[in-house]
């Protein structure tokens, strides 16, 4: 035990386990926290609804949330609309009444996959125009290359070639090699 300047003892060996446990205890609090953030207290009445309940709230979008469905977010809008969801498949209404329920409410974004309409053609239309395009500029490329490599194949000219062959010739001969040595003592 160590007694501080006013008097009070501490033991640092009996405070170093108790603060590692609050720490750790603290830290498994924070982690469980988002498990516990979207637990869905009321039950729906069959097993069946819970399923088409669970799909839906996956599929659509919340309103306020950047990129995240009405499952994973705590919004407060969210928690409304799955409150609404729940009560209109107790009510026994089609997905696709609920689909233009929450549509006619909060407007296209709300559905990750947007209907095939005249508004959304762009965007059901656009990846597969740049795919498309892609593949033309690939096309494109790989012939380029292949009518570039077919003009590098065909070499040199027939003068070209001659001169080729006289140097070769000349520096294979062996009196080509000792003459120029000759001269170059010479000199």
């Known amino acids: ?44 009445s069959s097993p069946e609804l819970s399923e088409r309940y669970l799909q839906l709230v996956a599929e659509y979008r919340c309103p306020k949330c950047q990129n995240q469905n009405l499952a994973e977010s705590n919004s407060p809008i969210s928690v409304d609309l799955r409150t609404e969801i729940r009560r209109l498949l107790e009510e026994g209404a ?42 033309l500029v690939i096309v494109f490329i790989v012939r380029r290359q292949q009518r570039a490599g077919a003009t590098e194949e065909t070499g040199l000219s027939d003068a070209e070639q001659a001169a080729l062959q006289a140097l070769l010739s000349e520096a294979e001969s062996p009196q080509g090699n000792t003459s120029d040595s000759n001269k170059a003592e010479k000199e």
Not at 124 to 134: I, K, N, Q, T
Request: hydrophobic fraction near 50%.
């Open 1 to 44: 035990m160590m007694v501080s300047k006013n008097g009070a003892c501490s033991n640092h060996i009996a405070q170093g386990p108790c603060v590692i446990f609050k720490t750790l205890l603290l830290l498994c609090i924070a982690l469980c926290l988002p498990a516990w953030a979207v637990i869905e207290v009321d039950q729906l």
């Open 94 to 135: 089609s997905d696709a009444k609920i689909s233009d329920y929450l549509v006619a409410r909060y407007g296209e974004f709300v559905l990750y996959r947007p209907r095939v309409q005249s508004s959304t053609y762009l965007l059901w239309l656009a990846p597969a125009v740049l795919l498309a395009f892609g593949l």
